[in-house]
């Protein structure tokens, strides 16, 4: 019988994780409708990946670089995903300071200029949203989560707590922009971190 190639991780206490610059992010969509797989394919294929390392499975697609890449090309696939009236929501995990990180697939060195946003920042739809924030190897976890829910407050876009989450409510421009300085905020103060959104437009649900 073969020995069993166990994995291994790195640490997670205090100090974990990389001091690369990486920021990923891992996100499914599903429109509801019969012809989601088209919907799905169009929206990858439009995005412009040329700053950001891509792979996508049967799962989900990955984007990894700088953060204000990787924002850039998650928004641009949920915005060319929409389509008005059709129910469709987006699960994404955006993490930075994986242990497992390396810089050989991602584009560290890309310069600021944001390949898709002028193409869609023009282009608003309401989003309803639920989010998790995840500090690593930090004792005083609660008080980072808390800054975050605390700055939606400021913005308007908090639409309460539940168990396990927070709601938002905002325009899917806002909502990526409270994004970006969500993870901006947790770059700066944290070395590992994993930052849970879900989105949801045209839901039947009252």
Same mark, same amino acid.
């Given at each position: 019988?073969?020995?069993?190639?166990?994995?291994?991780?790195?640490?997670?206490?205090?100090?974990?994780?990389?001091?690369? #610059?990486?920021?990923?992010?891992?996100?499914?969509?599903?429109?509801?409708?019969?012809?989601?797989?088209?919907?799905?394919?169009?929206?990858?294929?439009?995005?412009?990946?040329?700053?950001?390392?891509?792979?996508?499975?049967?799962? %989900?697609?990955?984007?990894?670089?700088?953060?204000?890449? &990787?924002?850039?090309?998650?928004?641009?696939?949920?915005?060319?995903?929409?389509?008005?009236?059709?129910?469709?929501?987006? /699960?994404?995990?955006? %993490?930075?300071?994986?242990?497992?990180?390396?810089?050989?697939?991602?584009?560290?060195?890309?310069?600021?200029?944001?390949?898709? /946003? #002028?193409?869609?920042?023009?282009?608003?739809? #309401?989003?309803?949203?639920?989010?998790?924030? !995840?500090?690593?190897?930090? *004792?005083?976890?609660?008080?980072?989560?808390?800054?975050?829910?605390?700055?939606?407050?400021?913005?308007?876009?908090?639409?309460?707590?539940?168990?396990?989450?927070?709601?938002?409510?905002?325009? &899917?421009?806002?909502?990526? %922009?409270?994004?970006?300085? &969500?993870?901006?905020?947790?770059? /700066?103060?944290?070395?590992? !971190?994993?930052? /849970?959104?879900?989105? *949801? &437009?045209?839901? #039947?649900?009252?």
């Amino acid at each position: 019988m073969p020995e069993k190639q166990y994995v291994t991780y790195g640490c997670c206490g205090c100090g974990c994780g990389t001091e690369l #610059p990486i920021t990923g992010c891992r996100f499914s969509l599903a429109p509801m409708c019969d012809d989601f797989a088209d919907v799905i394919l169009d929206a990858v294929s439009k995005v412009d990946t040329a700053k950001v390392w891509k792979q996508t499975d049967k799962l %989900s697609t990955v984007y990894r670089g700088r953060a204000c890449h &990787v924002e850039d090309a998650v928004k641009a696939c949920f915005v060319h995903a929409y389509r008005g009236g059709l129910h469709m929501t987006m /699960e994404a995990t955006f %993490s930075k300071g994986c242990p497992g990180d390396i810089d050989g697939d991602s584009f560290l060195t890309a310069d600021d200029t944001l390949c898709n /946003e #002028p193409k869609i920042a023009d282009i608003h739809f #309401p989003v309803d949203c639920k989010i998790a924030l !995840y500090p690593m190897g930090v *004792s005083d976890y609660m008080s980072h989560i808390a800054h975050i829910v605390n700055h939606a407050i400021d913005l308007g876009i908090y639409a309460g707590s539940a168990h396990y989450c927070t709601l938002l409510s905002a325009d &899917v421009q806002a909502l990526f %922009s409270y994004i970006g300085k &969500v993870n901006a905020y947790c770059g /700066e103060n944290l070395r590992h !971190y994993v930052f /849970e959104v879900t989105m *949801s &437009v045209n839901s #039947p649900t009252k």
